[in-house]
């Protein structure tokens, strides 16, 4: 899995570089182009689309024969009968590309969530650390530290939550840029990046988590903590982020399914892709 985050990580640098200093809408809107036209093409490979055609076209029918003969029960009824058929027999039809179009979209999302879930930290506002620990550590036997650059200033000492097996800090950021913290868990270290006042769209990772194919899978921003190590997950906690449309604050996913249904839409007809 790490792998598979390495390259998708890159690809996303890629494809949204010559976004990150515009309004986050543009990046958006660019990679939700590209995935109707991913879905359209999966969709296109992976259905029976001469038999979309025909239920299509039978669920059309039979909707004519209602108002054609709405006076008749008999007919009714059995158009009705015929038109939910049809309906099954879509949703049948429609199974297969969608049971496939599942994996590429959960990669796409776990990357989205790095670039358009979370604001970078801001120089001034203080912020919090968890250390979110394996069961089977003594959260009050070991010894805990945190490490920074001079740009963040460590202000409390390790907070022990034994119940919830978490330790906590507070930091002030000083500087913007990117740094990286050294948590000390017993005689293990390990390293948390954040990022201070970055640009209008920025990759930010809040979460850092363990070895592990589902966390990795949805957490991908940053390598992986070692599976048998005292450390579970290290998270900072960062603001929201949210596109401004109309006054409205909307969160980064409703704003890319929707860009992405539409657009998939729009270009069925040119790509003649039957949906």
Not at 29 to 50: C, E
């Amino acid at each position: 899995m790490g792998l598979i985050n390495s390259i998708l990580g890159k690809l996303f640098d890629l494809l949204l570089l010559p976004f990150r200093s515009l309004n986050p809408w543009a990046g958006m809107a660019f990679i939700s182009l590209l995935t109707g036209l991913l879905m359209l093409f999966i969709y296109r490979l992976t259905s029976n689309q001469s038999g979309i055609r025909r239920v299509k076209d039978k669920i059309k029918a039979h909707l004519l024969e209602l108002r054609l003969f709405k006076e008749s029960m008999g007919v009714t009824m059995r158009a009705q009968g015929q038109i939910l058929r049809a309906n099954l027999r879509y949703l049948a039809l429609n199974l297969k590309p969608l049971l496939v179009m599942i994996v590429p979209l959960v990669l796409i999302l776990s990357q989205l969530n790095l670039w358009f879930g979370s604001e970078p930290l801001s120089v001034g506002r203080p912020t919090i650390l968890k250390v979110r620990l394996q069961p089977d550590v003594n959260v009050l036997g070991t010894e805990f530290s945190l490490d920074a650059p001079p740009e963040i200033a460590v202000e409390t000492s390790p907070l022990r939550i034994e119940e919830s097996k978490e330790v906590d800090w507070r930091f002030q950021p000083r500087a913007a840029g990117r740094f990286n913290l050294t948590i000390r868990a017993g005689d293990k270290n390990y390293l948390k990046t954040v990022i201070v006042d970055g640009r209008h769209l920025d990759k930010v990772s809040s979460i850092k988590v363990k070895r592990s194919f589902l966390d990795e899978l949805l957490y991908p921003g940053e390598k992986a903590l070692p599976a048998d190590g005292r450390i579970k997950a290290i998270e900072v906690v960062h603001p929201v982020k949210r596109l401004p449309l109309f006054g409205l604050k909307l969160h980064w996913l409703i704003a890319y399914l929707g860009l992405s249904i539409v657009f998939g839409f729009v270009l069925k007809k040119p790509f003649r892709v039957e949906i």
